[in-house]
């Protein structure tokens, strides 16, 4: 899903001085400029080639997004890039801003929509399948007030290193049990069921028990946000940063400062929080 308070922002303008049909990272800080290295580069050429125009672009990338956290830092990067689109009038589908993005995410963390779609859609948004493509997105009641406590500890954890660890073979309980936890989750947001959205995606039976080890202070930071009122915690994509859910802003600080010293205490690692509620919008042009 998508949150508001974290975001990345590209300045795109047509530049003459290009050769037709290309990009130009003009300028971005820890990143490559080489548009067919940079996430943004590669998302907005995929762009100008679905809306089939020779206009050459430059782009000024401003990272909001911390790197390797977990966050979807690379995907947030690519939605702000797709919306390139908006120079030539909005034209490109849904889909096509989404698979825009999409050919960024397969050259730098592997052909997967979970945080491109909701980056560039905004809510949640079950992908369905990729042949064929089919996205779903998942309208919460406005009523529903879901916000996230995102702490992210000075620690690198390597997708990589992350995937490595995943069980190549998956008990027959638990892959029930995580499906059954999956369809709780699309329930629960339907529902506006915000203790229901936390409790299924602290359930997981798969990946967070084998990744939580190789992030020191994990479980004791699950154990500290849960104690402080958090409906549910779990880990952020492939780490390090945790995630809690909770309803409402009110315990954002309490949670905050519980996980970020159980980070200190368990794993003496520093670690740095951010509250942030659900964004129903996704990329924008501002």
């Not at 830092?73 to 801003?97: C, E, H, N, Y």
């Not at 052909?111 to 399948?129: E, M, Q, T, W, Y």
């Not at 493509?133 to 009523?143: C, D």
Request: charged share 15%.
């Amino acid at each position: 899903c998508a949150v508001d308070a974290l975001g990345d922002t590209v300045i795109a303008t047509l530049d003459p001085t290009l050769p037709p049909g290309t990009v130009s990272i003009a300028s971005v800080t820890r990143l490559s400029k080489d548009p067919l290295r940079n996430c943004a580069g590669v998302a907005a050429i995929a762009a100008l080639r679905a809306l089939g125009v020779r206009h050459a672009v430059s782009i000024h990338l401003t990272k909001g997004v911390p790197l390797g956290s977990g966050l979807g830092s690379s995907a947030a990067s690519a939605a702000a890039a797709a919306k390139v689109d908006a120079l030539f009038g909005s034209r490109l589908s849904r889909d096509d801003l989404v698979l825009a993005g999409l050919e960024s995410e397969k050259a730098v963390s592997g052909f997967h929509a979970d945080n491109i779609a909701p980056a560039i859609l905004g809510g949640f948004v079950l992908v369905r399948s990729y042949d064929p493509f089919h996205l779903v997105p998942l309208a919460s009641p406005p009523a529903l007030r879901l916000h996230f406590v995102l702490v992210t500890p000075d620690f690198e954890a390597p997708t990589s290193k992350m995937r490595a660890a995943l069980p190549k073979d998956v008990l027959v309980q638990h892959h029930v049990r995580n499906s059954s936890q999956a369809a709780a989750l699309v329930a629960a947001v339907l529902q506006g069921d915000a203790g229901l959205i936390g409790s299924a995606m602290s359930s997981d039976a798969i990946v967070e028990p084998t990744r939580a080890p190789l992030i020191p202070g994990m479980a004791a930071v699950k154990a500290a946000a849960l104690q402080a009122g958090a409906l549910g915690c779990t880990i952020s994509g492939a780490g390090p940063t945790a995630v809690a859910v909770i309803d409402g802003e009110d315990k954002g600080e309490e949670v905050a400062r519980r996980m970020v010293d159980a980070f200190w205490s368990a794993g003496n690692l520093k670690a740095t929080a951010t509250v942030a509620q659900l964004d129903r919008l996704g990329a924008r042009v501002i």
